[in-house]
């Protein structure tokens, strides 16, 4: 299956794509997974490369997550299994908050060149949750300051609203275990998957 999870920081992204492809490596599948959208890089970067990243001037970082999401488009056509945490729709909330105020990526239009059985799946909690979150396990280089919470969870609803990708997926995270995550959106993914997903509909019942 091909899966884009977008969600406020602390709702779950990580830690879905991650059970999906655990869940996949345990029975034969093997997904191509990036969850590397979020600036700096701290899946892939040492902590140099990442305060690098940090310090990089507005203007640059714009042109760098522009051509992040157009590469990572073609990516959705070359894996059959791709999983993608955040990616164009979080780089328009994201963006212009926080990374190169004031200019906006027009992201809608790499949604009809992406495969039809894209799977788009938003995660959200109630920001009291989200608080919990953050003072449980804080982030090396925390985006989402707590005052924005409320606007950044209202603004991942309404671009995940006006978005074109037609299989869709909202799962409230606030009471699920990482595991209880992966078992809701496995099976509210059924409707949605196609016949070369045959494989996982027959495990999923």
Known sequence: MRVIAVGCEYSGVSTLIKGLDDWGKQRG????????????????????????????????KERFQRFQL???????????????????IEETIYGPRYYYPGKAQQVRE?????PDDTILVHLHARPDVLLQRMDA?????????????????EAFAVEVGKSWIRRKIVIDTSDLTPEGLVDVFLRRSIPHLDAEDAGIRALLG
């Open 70 to 88: 157009v590469y990572h488009v073609r990516l959705l056509h070359r894996y059959r299994h791709i999983l993608l945490g955040g990616f164009h």
């Open 29 to 60: 599948f093997q997904h191509h997974l990036d969850d590397h959208f979020t600036i700096p890089d701290a899946f892939h970067l040492s902590d140099e490369e990442q305060q690098a990243m940090l310090d990089m001037l507005p203007a640059i």
């Open 110 to 114: 790499y949604e009809p060149e992406m």
């Open 137 to 153: 396990s804080p982030h090396p280089h925390q985006l989402v300051p707590s005052a924005d919470l409320a606007q950044i969870l």
